[in-house]
């Protein structure tokens, strides 16, 4: 039986940092690297071509660091508003 692949959407996958990460906030992957148990994923800035760093791959599930797709600041803020609302109820 073949070995399930973890990730397999990651490679061109677009990310937006909850902060401003090497000057940038939006990232595609655009390198995967499997070592042993552990998936890693080069990101690179959108808007710089030279900006790219590895991160592991399951930092990306993380909701407080990375949001799926590239959200513009007024849909970030929106997104935390709600998240303070279901926090309050």
Not at 11 to 22: D, E, H, I, P, Y
Not at 36 to 56: P, T, Y
Request: one cysteine or more; aromatic letters at 14%.
């Amino acid at each position: 039986m073949a070995k399930k692949i973890k990730y397999p959407h990651l490679l061109g996958s677009k990310w937006t940092a909850r902060q401003t990460t090497w000057g940038w906030r939006h990232f595609q992957v655009i390198n995967r690297r499997n070592e042993g148990k552990w998936v890693f994923a080069e990101l690179m800035a959108s808007c710089d071509n030279s900006v790219r760093f590895w991160v592991n791959a399951a930092q990306l599930k993380d909701y407080e660091l990375w949001e799926a797709g590239w959200k513009t600041h007024s849909q970030m803020q929106t997104i935390n508003r709600e998240d303070e609302e279901l926090i309050i109820i």
